[in-house]
């Protein structure tokens, strides 16, 4: 199935009003790949046709079909190790002193554009690891949010391919694992019910948190999106950043205009100001 310059361009709009996601010309036959099958699957004669079909008013769950196969969502445990190290080494560390300064105990961490939740799972275990015996005492855990219902459900299961769990230390794996009869491995149930996964569209006019994170990991995210998309978001990051929190992003991304919102720590890591 063929598209013209004319549906393209109406997908393209729409994909990118609705989900930030800024499809380039060269990516007409990604869509036309991703796409295809489900139109011949559910009748449509045309990407017109689709297009129409998506923009009634009526097709919620459309949407969500439409954005599960056009995202890509390529991860793996302790991707760009040196953030994790940081996070356990430093991040932690400093944001869980300036609670105690406070007299909290209510630790925050987003992990925005999750994916299918190795991310979010990394941190955890990591947490676990710092706190130790005293990790009951803090009110903590993840929050994990992506767009793709698809990936979600991957990261709720918290089932994966072995060669997707090695890249973590063995100690981890030993640890957090337990292997499955076909040779996969699951994250234990103490691990997975500390972590939170929702959907949620990074491109809501309004962010709906009652409090601001103490860390926010969006890695490899916004390299999807154009430049101004990128600066409204680290702008509703940074409002929603504690004094002296971080944000982790991708090393392939910027945080362009905006980047004085924020302190240069280490490539990719950012921290606000007290």
């Not at 994916?115 to 929050?143: K, N, P, V």
């Not at 994250?187 to 948190?209: A, Y």
Request: glycine content about 6%; some cysteine.
């Amino acid at each position: 199935m063929s598209i013209s310059d004319e549906e393209f361009e109406l997908l393209r709009r729409l994909i990118k009003s609705r989900f930030g996601i800024n499809l380039t010309d060269q990516k007409k036959s990604l869509v036309v790949g991703r796409l295809q099958k489900l139109l011949r699957s559910t009748g449509f004669q045309s990407f017109r046709a689709y297009y129409e079909y998506l923009t009634d008013g009526k097709n919620e769950s459309a949407l969500s079909e439409l954005i599960n196969r056009i995202s890509t969502n390529h991860t793996y445990f302790n991707r760009e190790k040196a953030h994790f190290d940081y996070f356990q080494q430093v991040a932690l560390p400093a944001v869980t002193e300036n609670l105690k300064r406070r007299n909290s105990r209510d630790l925050r961490i987003w992990c925005a554009g999750c994916s299918s939740g190795e991310e979010a799972y990394t941190l955890q275990m990591l947490m676990l690891e710092y706190f130790g015996g005293d990790y009951g005492r803090w009110d903590a855990g993840i929050l994990a949010t992506d767009i793709s219902e698809r990936v979600l459900s991957i990261a709720d299961q918290g089932i994966y391919a072995q060669e997707r769990v090695m890249q973590l230390p063995e100690t981890l794996q030993r640890k957090y694992f337990r292997r499955l009869p076909d040779g996969s491995s699951q994250v234990i149930e103490s691990v997975r019910k500390e972590v939170t996964f929702r959907r949620f569209n990074l491109m809501n006019r309004q962010f709906p948190f009652k409090k601001p994170f103490d860390i926010i990991f969006c890695r490899n995210v916004m390299i999807y999106f154009d430049q101004p998309t990128r600066e409204e978001l680290v702008g509703k990051f940074h409002q929603l950043t504690v004094p002296g929190g971080y944000l982790f992003i991708g090393h392939s991304e910027t945080l362009g205009r905006n980047h004085s919102l924020y302190r240069y720590v280490m490539p990719a890591v950012f921290q606000k100001g007290a």
